[in-house]
């Protein structure tokens, strides 16, 4: 599948990581539906990319929107080829806090309903479109880019919820892509290491330092570029499936 000329749907494209994709993919001559909850800025990225891009408003948690998301944005351009899935939220709380306070149980189901339950429900509504597809190489009718993060194998002190939503996004990449093999879909996940984002935004810089200092080689935060260079890899690479891709310059978390 090449980006060149294909459709993506792309998840929190209206910000960071999926705007970076979304920007990439139309600079080489693909279509964008970009799908977040926020709308100004949803509005703002559209605009930036041009005519090559459409912005649908979704909270990928509401299950009403998903459907309504997908189908507007396959009737929009005709099909659904690539989606990005890299809609996300990372609220940190301890379990226990230092005056005793326990996590606050709806915070952790806020997190896993937005990175694990509503990106599942975006790829079976999308996996339901791309099975219309035309075949192309290798009988290939759609790709699949789910964000994780490194925080799946090592996350820090008040992560619970945030590693658990990401650690199933990267356990449920096998059997997707396993599940999706009969309609030519691959699935693959990228797990990005301390990446330069809007979220890391009113960081000090004095942390943001010590964050760049956990990647071994390029010792630099991550951006948008990176990612992206990624993602259109895993999408252009035909062999490439039910993977996991740590993009993290040999970075591994401590504890906080
Ligand atoms: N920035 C990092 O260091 C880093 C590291 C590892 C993983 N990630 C993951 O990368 C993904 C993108 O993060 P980012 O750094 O680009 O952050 P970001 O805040 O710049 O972008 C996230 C986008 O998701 C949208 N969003 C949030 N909740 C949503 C919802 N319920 N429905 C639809 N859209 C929603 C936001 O409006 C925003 O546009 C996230 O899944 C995040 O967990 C980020």
Known sequence: MQVKESVALITGGASGLGFGAASR????????????????????????????????????????????????????????????????????????????????????????????IGMFDVIRNVAGVMAANDPGQDGERGVIVNVASIAAFEGQIGQAAYSASKGGVVGMTLPIARDLA????RCNTIAPGVMDTPLLAGAPQELLDSLAKLHVFPQRLGNAEDFAHLAQALIENPLINGEVVRLDAAARMPPK
């Open 25 to 116: 993919f139309v600079a080489r001559g693909g279509s964008v539906v970009v799908a977040d909850i926020n709308e100004a800025r949803g509005a703002e990225a559209v605009a930036e990319l041009g005519e090559q891009a459409r912005f649908v408003a979704c909270d990928v948690s509401n299950a009403d929107d998903v459907a309504a998301a997908v189908q507007g944005a396959s009737e929009a351009m005709g099909r659904i080829d690539i989606l990005v899935n890299a809609a996300g939220v990372a609220p940190a709380q301890r379990v226990i806090s230092r005056d005793g306070d326990l996590f606050d149980l709806e915070l952790f189901k806020f997190t896993v309903g937005v990175n694990l």
């Open 182 to 185: 009969g309609i030519g879909v």
